[in-house]
Each structure stands twice: as structure tokens, then as C-alpha cells.
């Protein structure tokens, strides 16, 4: 009987510890197949920030690149009205140097020579007002004749230096620095804006 009774209780025994090690193993497999899961889950969602961020970093580096294209339009665009500006102001000197008085009487004496000959009448001399007080009286000395013709000289206050020349046939032919430097910069700034594009 006692032979009995501890083969009962060993057969207990066993089938209780083989009963535990099977749930132990369900739940160890239970647990790494969750640790699996949470790993697969992690993976994944540090996959996600990473592409995310890698997004991010894309999209500020194309703002950034686009911020300083513009920031070198801007730079270029500022570059050329200043090389432009500075142009215009040369031109503005030069004209101003190649009308000198001692040049303005001449060719303002040749024109209304040449005018007169051809049977022009009513010629005016516009000058500047500036240019007409220093120049009166030598034109005066050198178109006395052309004066009793009718030749007037008119000051103006509507131009800084040079001349304009009209006469009865309308025509007013416009000499003033601001009109010269005008016509010299409308020339030359295309080609010169073309040449700074070409040199940027």
C-alpha cells in the first residue's frame, strides 16, 4: 500500500512538474513573442522619426539653399543699379566735361552759322542759365551779324549745362547734359547690363 501511495504521489509529482515546465514554456514563448512584437514596434516607429526626420532636415536644407539663392539674386541685383548708378554718373561727368564753354560757343557759333546759311530763320539758342551768363557776351561778339537776323539766345532753368537749337521749322535739337547723358546711358546700359550678366 505504502508502494502504492508513493508511486501516486511521485506520478503527482511528475505530472504537476511537467504541468509547470509546459505553462513556464507557454509563458516564456508568450513573453518573447510580445518582446518580439515590442522590438518590431520600436523598430518601427524609430524608423518612422528617422524618416521624419530626415524629411525635415531635407526640407530645411532646400529652404535653406533657396534663402541664400535669394539672398545672391538680391546681392547681384543691388550690385548692378550701384554699377549701374556709378555709370551713369561718369557719363554724366564726362558729358559735363565735353561741355566746356570754350566747346559749347564753338560748336553753338558753327550750328548757327551753318543754320543761317541754309536759310534757316528764327534760330534760338536755348543755354542753360548757368552756361548763358558765362557766354552772352562772347556770342554775342560772334553772332552780331546773325543777331540783326533774328538769332536769340535764350537762358533756361530747366537743364544744368549745355544747349538746345530750334528753329522755324520746329525742329528743336536738344544738347543739355541731362538729355546727352540720357542717350549715352540708354546706349550703353543695355551692353553693359548684358556684360555684368555674362561676367556673374
Known amino acids: 500500500m505504502s508502494i502504492q501511495v508513493k508511486e ?3 506520478k503527482i ?3 504537476g512538474v511537467l504541468a509547470a515546465e509546459s505553462e513556464a514554456e507557454k509563458i516564456v514563448a508568450g513573453a518573447e513573442e510580445r518582446a518580439a512584437q515590442i522590438i518590431k514596434d520600436a523598430q518601427a516607429k524609430a524608423e518612422a522619426f528617422r524618416a521624419q526626420a530626415e524629411k525635415e532636415i531635407e526640407k530645411q536644407e532646400a529652404a535653406g539653399k533657396e534663402a541664400l539663392k535669394q539672398a545672391a539674386r538680391d546681392v547681384l541685383i543691388g550690385l548692378e543699379k550701384q554699377i549701374m548708378k556709378r555709370f551713369e ?3 554724366g561727368e564726362s558729358v559735363d566735361q565735353a561741355l566746356a564753354p570754350s566747346i559749347m560757343e564753338k560748336i553753338v557759333v558753327d550750328m548757327v552759322h551753318a543754320w543761317a546759311e541754309k536759310g534757316e530763320a528764327g534760330i534760338k539758342v536755348i543755354l542753360s542759365s548757368k552756361d548763358a551768363e558765362k557766354l552772352k557776351d562772347s556770342l554775342r561778339g560772334k553772332l552780331s ?3 540783326k537776323e533774328g538769332v536769340e539766345i535764350i537762358p533756361s532753368a530747366k537743364f544744368s549745362k549745355g544747349f ?7 525742329a528743336l535739337y536738344d544738347f543739355s547734359k541731362e538729355s546727352i547723358a540720357e542717350v ?3 546706349a550703353l546700359s543695355p551692353d553693359l547690363a548684358a556684360a555684368l550678366k555674362e561676367a556673374i
Not at 164 to 170: K, V, Y
Open 164 to 170: 538746345r537749337i530750334g528753329g522755324s521749322s520746329g
Open 184 to 186: 549715352l546711358a540708354e
Open 89 to 91: 554718373a561718369v557719363i
Open 145 to 147: 551779324k546773325r543777331f
Open 13 to 15: 509529482k511528475n505530472e
Open 8 to 10: 501516486l504521489i511521485d
